[in-house]
C-alpha cells in the first residue's frame, strides 16, 4: 500500500497533553490491539491504536448468537470478551510498545472500584498515552446501570481514575448516544477530571429472526454500529463541540472514507476513530487518513486544527 503524503496538511492534534502526528485511531473493539492489522498497513502511522477495553480478569464474553448483520450495520453483544489485565500488559501492551506505536488504552469495569484498580494496575506501565474509560458498559453495583447514563455515577467513575492515573496521561471517558441529554453527562465527566470525550459507543438495538421469529442474539439486545448511526454520532460530536468548545473530542461512528471523517472534524471532533468498517477492509483506517488529509487539502486547510469545529456558526457581538 502506497504510504506516501499526498498533500502538505498539518496533520496533528492533541488531547490534553498528548499530541498525536495525526488523526486517525482504531476504534476500540474492532482490533484488539493492533497486531491483526499491522499485516495490511503500519499500524505507527495511525495517530494511536485504541485497544479492546480491558478489564481486571479474563472474560468469555456473552453465549453465541454474538452478532448480526443490519442495514448500513452491525449488531454485536460480544460482552467485553478479553484476556484481564495482566495477560494484556504483557502480551498486547508489550507488543504495542516494542512496535512503536502510540497507544490509548481502553479500560472497562462492573464497579467504580474495578476502574480503580485498573488504573493503579497500568498507572506506572510504561508506552501509555492516554486512557480512555469506557463508562458505557453495566454496573453491576446499581443493577445493571450503565454509568454513562447517570452524571453522578459516570463523574465518580473518572474521578476514581484520575486519582489513580499519571497526571500527565490524558483519560477520555467514553459516552453512549442512549441518554436524554449528552452534554449532561459530558459536564459531568470534565468536571470530574477527564481531558476529553470519546463519542459515540454504540447504541442499542434488537434484531428479531423472521425464520425462527425469535431474537437473532442470545442476548437478545446487542450494540448497533457502522454507517448507519454516523448522524447520531455527528449529532453527539456537535452537541458536545457546541458545549464545551475547549474540550477535544475523539469521535467515532459509522466512518468509512474521508468524507465521513471530516463531517466529525467539522462538527468539532480533534480526532476520529474507525470501527466497524475493517471487518470488511483492514485497511480503512489508513486510508481513511489518506483520504482525510485530501479532502482538507482540496477545501484550502493548511491544518486540521483550522477544520475542528468549522461547522458551527461564528460568535457574533
Request: aromatic share 4%; with cysteine; hydrophobic share 40%.
Amino acid at each position: 500500500m502506497n504510504t506516501t503524503p499526498v498533500n502538505t496538511v498539518d496533520m496533528s492534534t492533541t488531547f490534553g497533553h498528548l499530541e498525536l502526528a495525526a488523526p486517525v485511531t482504531t476504534a476500540s473493539g474492532c482490533a484488539a490491539a493492533g497486531r491483526e492489522l499491522d499485516q495490511f498497513f503500519d499500524v505507527t502511522q495511525l495517530g494511536a491504536i485504541v485497544t479492546k477495553s480491558i478489564m481486571l480478569n479474563a472474560r468469555s464474553g456473552r453465549p453465541t448468537l454474538r452478532m448480526a448483520e443490519t442495514p448500513s450495520g452491525m449488531l454485536n453483544a460480544i460482552g467485553l470478551q478479553g484476556p484481564g489485565i495482566e495477560s494484556f500488559i504483557e502480551n498486547d501492551l508489550a507488543w504495542l510498545r516494542d512496535r512503536g506505536a502510540t497507544t490509548i488504552v481502553s479500560i472497562a469495569g462492573g464497579s467504580i472500584q474495578e476502574y480503580q484498580e485498573l488504573a493503579k494496575r497500568l498507572r506506572h506501565e510504561e508506552g501509555i498515552a492516554a486512557l480512555e474509560v469506557n463508562i458505557s458498559c453495566p454496573n453491576v453495583a446499581n443493577r445493571g446501570e450503565v454509568f454513562a447514563c447517570n452524571p453522578i455515577e459516570a463523574g465518580g467513575v473518572i474521578h476514581a481514575v484520575r486519582r489513580n492515573t499519571n497526571s500527565r496521561v490524558p483519560i477520555l471517558a467514553k459516552l453512549t448516544p442512549d441518554v436524554t441529554d449528552i452534554t449532561q453527562i459530558a459536564k459531568s465527566v470534565i468536571d470530574a477530571g477527564a481531558d476529553g470525550i470519546s463519542v459515540m459507543n454504540t447504541t442499542l438495538g434488537v434484531v428479531i429472526d423472521t425464520t425462527t421469529m425469535k431474537p437473532a442474539l442470545a442476548n437478545v439486545t446487542g450494540g448497533l454500529s457502522g454507517p448507519a448511526i454516523r448522524p447520531m454520532a455527528v449529532r453527539c460530536v456537535w452537541q458536545i463541540h457546541q458545549a464545551y468548545p475547549d474540550v477535544p473530542i475523539l469521535g467515532m461512528g459509522g466512518i468509512g472514507s474521508g468524507l465521513d471523517a471530516l463531517q466529525f472534524i467539522l462538527a468539532g471532533a480533534s480526532a476520529v476513530s474507525v470501527g466497524t468498517t475493517t471487518f470488511n477492509d483492514p485497511t480503512t483506517p489508513f486510508r481513511v487518513q489518506v483520504e482525510l488529509e485530501e479532502a482538507l487539502a482540496q477545501r484550502g486547510f493548511s491544518s486540521l486544527r483550522d477544520a475542528i469545529g468549522f461547522a458551527h456558526p461564528l460568535e457574533t457581538d
